[in-house]
């Protein structure tokens, strides 16, 4: 399911209202960042989507989340109904350099 509005003042407040990428104050301006990218078989679902500024998200481009992103990103799901994708989860358990591979098996494991 895509990211309701229920499930976006939650990731809002998850935030802090903040930007995912920058921490600056994002308010109503939010996009919807796909931390696994849609190009690379991401899901548009809660459980792969933060909120940042416009420019931040198109800055990130379709690149994968670093370490530390994905730590945060947990940080802020833990407990939380909206999830974590397990691909991520796939990504986090990576070995440097595998990173690429291990997200598109943990992708094809889902379908
Ligand atoms: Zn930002």
Redesign the pocket.
């Known amino acids: 399911m895509p990211v309701s509005p229920d499930d976006a003042t939650l990731m809002d407040v998850q935030q802090g209202g903040r930007?995912f990428?920058?921490g600056?104050p994002?308010g109503a301006k939010a996009t919807f960042d796909h931390l696994i990218p849609l190009a690379y078989g991401g899901i548009d679902e809660p459980s792969n989507v933060v909120l940042?500024?416009r420019?931040?998200n198109q800055r990130k481009g379709d690149r994968l989340p670093d370490a530390g992103e994905l730590d945060r990103f947990f940080a802020a799901r833990r407990g939380s109904r909206l999830g974590v994708w397990p691909p991520l989860r796939a990504l986090r358990a990576a070995e440097e350099g595998q990173e690429w591979i291990a997200v598109a098996r943990a992708i094809s494991q889902e379908k």
């Open positions: 930007c990428f920058c600056e994002v940042a500024h420019r931040c």
